[in-house]
């Protein structure tokens, strides 16, 4: 998903750098205020730990892999600040140490992973964890929380790849949100694993959701984060008219759809008054909710499945 | 152990090596810029730019087989939306530009990567004021990298030595009990650094 240079315009690579840098600046001035000297260690540690941790390769069907992405996994480890300084750090290395994702394309990359990804996540995230008491709810949140972070980040790749008027919206809106329903499935299974393998062991290294001393700042990150995927939605959905016209292009370049021009534009209220799921917009919105139930019961089954038993001893000791 | 496999070619000796980091971050910005900004009519522009990435990339003494071999690995993103592009009014040329723009910026980002070691970089965002948690983050990741890399391929070495399952669900959950427990020890450590850090003096 790290988008390189010359794809972007420049007002679309702007726009999110501003955005980005204005969300980084909260974070990191959130962190300055609350952030306990000995934590600071740790987070140069963690951003270590995520670029290693995606190195890992996990074994796919038919010799592809995939990796972790971890940005819900650092909302879970540090906390939601402290995950969008870590995941920049992250991404800012990638850029300047391997060449992966441009330095033009550097904010949008931070805006799609680190500012979308992880607001985005914290707040599935703790919504679910609120709904979902206990341990088992935890692991759902946070395999819910991946699943929704990797779709929310690839639905604003494709939305600036579409701003840039590189490829239009009605194509890469499908193309990208169907291939990452499926990666996010992945991402959900590794944050998932791994979140239980450190339970297993140092269950106080788990962020706790619970009581926290700042209640009203973290409402207020959840509201912020719930809203910026709100605003998502809405941003996407006028945009979600335009698929059956991105689809037929592709169809007509093929050969196999219905002759070029040859279809007169549909007024827009037309197909709000077909009933049921008449028209092909208001049946890719079903799809996508439906996918999202099934999403949602899969994380909360991978939980049962999961979840450590009760009676699970106490944690060995720990060394200072 | 290879401790170089991150910024393999950053700290060779060569005029480009020895340039500023910041000259060298500012013109790659500005030729990234260039590459999006200028109109496919002025190819020649296009042309001029990849003519001097030549120059810069003959003059840094970067093995081109090095710069090839990293331009086909990040390639493939660039190329999947140039074939998306295709399919749109006037795509064939939307897709030829995607790919001639993307391929110069990922060849400036690979001279620049491979030209400027990391603590330079540094140095630059430290004096162009990016925030001083963020600078520390990045310094201490930066330093820890190569540590953790070490510890995971141990870790994996000896996870290899002692299990030869081949099904792919017991890989996922040994691979992420792997990854749980660098975490576990990645924190541990960070505490070790913590004290070694206050016991240096650390503000």
Redesign the interface.
């Known amino acids: 998903m ?9 007002k679309t ?1 702007s726009t999110t750098a501003a955005l980005s840098v204005s969300a ?2 909260v974070a ?1 001035r959130r ?2 205020l609350g ?1 306990p ?2 934590r ?10 995520l ?3 995606q ?2 390769n ?2 796919v069907a038919g010799g592809t892999s995939g990796h ?1 992405l971890g940005a819900v996994l650092a909302v879970v ?1 540090l906390g939601p600040s402290a995950a969008m ?2 995941m ?3 991404l ?2 990638q ?6 994702g ?3 394309a550097l904010g949008a990359n931070v805006f799609n992973m680190a500012v979308v990804g992880v607001l985005g996540g914290s707040a599935v995230y703790r919504a679910v964890c609120r709904v979902l008491p206990g341990r088992r709810g935890l692991l759902a949140a946070a395999a819910f929380a991946s699943w929704c972070s990797t779709l929310l980040a690839s639905i604003g790749c494709a939305a600036e ?1 579409a701003w840039s008027g ?3 919206w009605g ?2 809106f499908p ?1 990208m949100t169907t291939i990452h329903m499926l990666i996010a499935l992945g991402e959900a ?2 944050t998932t ?6 339970l ?3 269950p106080d ?1 788990v962020e706790p959701t619970g009581t926290s001393p700042d209640a009203r700042a973290l409402r207020l990150v959840a509201a912020f984060g719930l809203a910026a995927t709100i605003g998502l939605l809405l941003f996407a959905l006028p945009f979600a008219s335009s698929w059956p016209d ?1 689809l037929e ?2 169809g007509q ?1 093929l050969g196999f759809g219905p002759a070029a021009g040859g279809r007169p534009l549909p007024a827009p209220m037309a197909e709000y008054r077909l009933p049921g799921l008449g028209s092909a917009t208001a049946a890719t919105s079903a799809a996508g909710f439906v996918g999202t139930l099934v999403a949602f019961a899969l994380a909360c089954a991978l939980a049962a499945a999961l979840a450590p038993r009760a009676s699970a001893g106490a944690p060995p000791d720990r ?2 | 152990m290879r401790h170089d496999f991150l910024d393999k070619w950053s700290r060779l000796d060569s005029p480009i090596h020895r340039a500023p980091a910041g000259l060298k971050l500012g013109l790659a910005l500005a030729t990234a810029v260039a590459c999006v900004a200028v109109p496919l009519a002025h190819w020649w522009a296009l042309v001029a730019i990849g003519a001097c990435l030549a120059l810069v990339a003959a003059a840094s003494r970067v093995p081109p087989s090095f710069v090839l071999g990293r331009l086909l690995l990040l390639e493939p993103l660039a190329a999947g939306v140039a074939l998306l592009s295709v399919f749109q009014p006037d795509g064939a040329r939307v897709a030829v530009a995607i790919v001639v723009r993307s391929t110069l910026c990922l060849a400036t980002m690979i001279l620049l990567t491979s030209t400027t070691p990391f603590a330079e970089l540094l140095r630059t965002l430290r004096a162009l004021r990016v925030p001083a948690l963020l600078v520390t983050v990045l310094a201490l990741m930066y330093r820890y990298l190569f540590v953790l890399v070490d510890e995971a391929e141990r870790m994996q070495r000896a996870r290899r030595s002692r299990s030869f399952s081949g099904r792919r669900a017991h890989a996922w959950a040994s691979l992420a009990t792997l990854a749980g427990q660098l975490f576990v020890r990645s924190s541990e450590r960070a505490e070790r650094i913590y004290a070694a850090m206050c016991a240096r003096g650390w503000r």
Not at chain 1, 2 to 10: A, C, I, S, T
Not at chain 1, 193 to 198: E, F, H, K, N, S
């Open positions: 790290h988008v390189p240079d010359g794809l972007l315009d420049l690579a980084l600046a990191l962190l300055r952030l000297r000995r600071v260690p740790l987070m140069g540690l963690a951003a270590a730990f670029f290693t941790a190195m890992l996990f074994p972790l480890l300084v870590v920049t750090a992250v800012l290395v850029c300047l140490l391997f060449a992966d441009g330095l033009l790849l590189v490829v239009p194509l890469v193309a299974a590794i694993l791994v979140i239980v393998a450190i297993r062991v140092r290294l991105g292009r592709v370049v060394r200072a």
